[in-house]
């Protein structure tokens, strides 16, 4: 195999392959000031183990947050699937884009 091929496939560390998605998202966290923030942001792609996020606020890397997915009030029905509507998230990666902000961030515990 080329030594190109081979740094290619070093350079990828996804266990978990992701779905791209445009999903509405609520970013929960703390600031720089110990003060509670709500931002709204989008969902880009998801997977077991994270989602890309963007956002228009900063947020610093290694930030712990809280990603709730907003839904319409489901009544408990056994016959429907268990779904996640809030995950917890630790901050890994920021890359500024015109006025925005792609966040990458990996899940406390994977999503299985």
């Given at each position: 195999?080329?030594?190109c091929?081979?740094?290619?496939v070093?350079?990828?560390q996804?266990?978990w392959?992701r779905?791209p998605v445009?999903?509405p998202?609520?970013l929960?966290?703390?600031?720089g000031n110990?003060?509670?923030y709500?931002q709204?942001a989008?969902?880009?792609?998801?997977?077991a183990?994270?989602v890309?996020v963007?956002?228009s606020?900063f947020?610093?890397?290694?930030?712990?947050?809280?990603?709730?997915?907003?839904?319409?009030?489901v009544p408990?029905?056994?016959?429907?699937p268990?779904?996640?509507?809030?995950?917890?998230a630790?901050l890994?990666?920021v890359?500024?884009?015109?006025?925005?902000?792609?966040?990458g961030?990996?899940?406390?515990?994977?999503?299985?």
């Open positions: 195999m080329p030594d091929a081979v740094n290619a070093q350079k990828e996804r266990r392959q779905l445009s999903i998202v609520f929960k966290g703390l600031d110990g003060k509670d709500l709204f989008t969902a880009l792609n998801i997977g183990g994270g890309l963007a956002s606020r947020i610093p890397l290694q930030s712990h947050v809280s990603i709730e997915i907003p839904t319409s009030p408990p029905v056994s016959a429907l268990a779904s996640v509507r809030m995950l917890q630790t890994i990666r890359t500024p884009l015109q006025g925005y902000y792609l966040l961030l990996q899940f406390i515990s994977p999503v299985l």
